[in-house]
């Protein structure tokens, strides 16, 4: 019966891939999904926006995003974050998040990014058709 249940999360999760939203048609998250780097520090920073492919694929689940290893924001399908961090290079991760379903989904995935100083470095967290996610810089 468990594996049963796995199965069909995992076919839930899976299938047809996301698709991309610029920037500018992206909605920014609410205040109460965003956890960390959210104030302007004194001097030279650097700013890592986020945004959500939309897509049936793993939409009733949050994507967590992290930066180094802790969470900093929970996104919905569509949805766009900025991040104010220190300049250099982190590292970027996503994995769905929540109880259930969302729970069982891939695991978290984690790349390198860097943050430039005094500008915006935009990254993709997408779901492939494979049903595996991702993140990745965006021009969009």
């Not at 899976?14 to 998250?29: K, L, N, R």
């Not at 689940?61 to 290079?89: N, R, T, Y």
């Not at 430039?116 to 993140?135: M, P």
Request: positive net charge; contains cysteine; charged residues 15%.
């Amino acid at each position: 019966m468990r594996i049963l249940i796995g199965a069909v999360a995992v076919m839930l999760l899976a299938g047809c891939s996301t698709s991309p939203v610029p920037s500018s048609q992206a909605s920014q998250a609410p205040a109460q999904q965003l956890l960390k780097f959210q104030s302007k520090p004194a001097g030279s920073f650097g700013t890592v926006q986020v945004i959500r492919d939309s897509g049936h694929t793993g939409s009733f689940c949050s994507m967590a995003v992290f930066i180094d290893g802790e969470k900093v924001a929970l996104l919905d399908p569509g949805q766009k974050a900025a991040f104010f961090v220190p300049p250099g290079p982190l590292t970027l991760g996503a994995a769905y998040s929540g109880s259930g379903m969302c729970g069982m989904g891939a695991e978290r995935i984690e790349r390198d990014a860097v943050a430039a100083q005094n500008s915006v470095k935009k990254y993709r967290v997408f779901t492939g058709g494979d049903g595996q996610i991702d993140i990745l810089p965006t021009t969009l």
